[in-house]
């Protein structure tokens, strides 16, 4: 159980690795003074298969199967290390008879690096509201509407014709004023006159709406349309 715990040690060492942490490793070893620049990756796998030679050996199937995998996953790890990262490695003799090895590793995160590995993207909502521009219609237009409703027989229909246009449509007063030419009685002149002022452009000209009625009741009942 103890080689496990030294190889999860060894897990967050490099795991310290990616997170661009500072650390010396000490590692007893016997070998000859040594000073040179090396690949961390290649540095910390070589490490492991001597740990993995030396003690892997000597623990029974269950721990070699948890060690096997502790080692896997170091490995996978090992993957995500940049290739470029190097290590100087010095290696002294001391006068006793256990030679130490001290391994001193820096590495320095590019913090704009690692933001460009990650993309995040920024989706800009726009709210486009439209413009009802308030313009009548032209006359050509008009004069395809004034003939609709010339085609329909009866009132009921002809002010349907209106009602309709009158969703989508601005008009001018000489536009209602013709239109109001087309009906016969004065109630269905009214009932034209409060769908489609509404829509009127040029309220300035509503006065001229008066002289296409007749009566003087009709007329109030038109300036009260004009006045609300």
């Known amino acids: 159980m103890k080689k496990i715990i030294i190889l999860g040690l060894l897990a967050f060492s490099v795991l310290a690795f990616g997170e661009g942490i ?36 000597k623990l029974n199937k269950l721990d070699q199967k948890r060690t096997d995998k502790i080692i896997d996953e170091i490995f996978e790890l090992l993957a995500l290390l ?5 290590v100087q490695s010095t290696t002294s003799t001391p006068s006793s ?4 090895a001290n391994l001193s590793i820096s590495i320095d995160v590019n913090e704009q690096q690692m933001e460009s ?15 009802d521009e308030q313009v009548a219609m032209n006359s050509s237009e008009f004069q395809r509407l004034l003939n609709n409703v010339k085609n329909e027989s009866f009132a009921d229909d002809q002010t349907s014709v209106v009602r309709i246009a009158a969703r989508s ?8 004023i013709s239109l109001l030419d087309v009906f016969s009685f004065s109630d269905d002149k009214i009932n034209v ?18 002289g296409a009625f007749t009566y003087s009741d009709d007329k109030d009942r038109v300036e009260q349309i004009i006045s609300q």
């Open 169 to 176: 449509k601005y008009f001018s007063i000489s536009q209602l």
């Open 97 to 100: 008879q256990t030679q130490s």
């Open 22 to 57: 500072s650390m010396s490793v000490t590692v007893d070893e016997t070998s000859t003074s040594n000073t040179g620049s090396i690949g961390v990756v290649d540095e910390i796998a070589n490490r492991i298969e001597v740990l993995q030679n030396k003690y892997n050996s």
């Open 117 to 131: 590995e990650t993309t995040v993207i920024k989706h800009e909502v726009v709210i486009v509201e439209e413009i």
């Open 82 to 86: 940049p290739e470029d990262v190097s």
């Open 193 to 210: 006159v409060q769908i489609v002022y509404p829509r009127v452009v040029d309220k300035e000209n509503a006065h001229n709406l008066l």
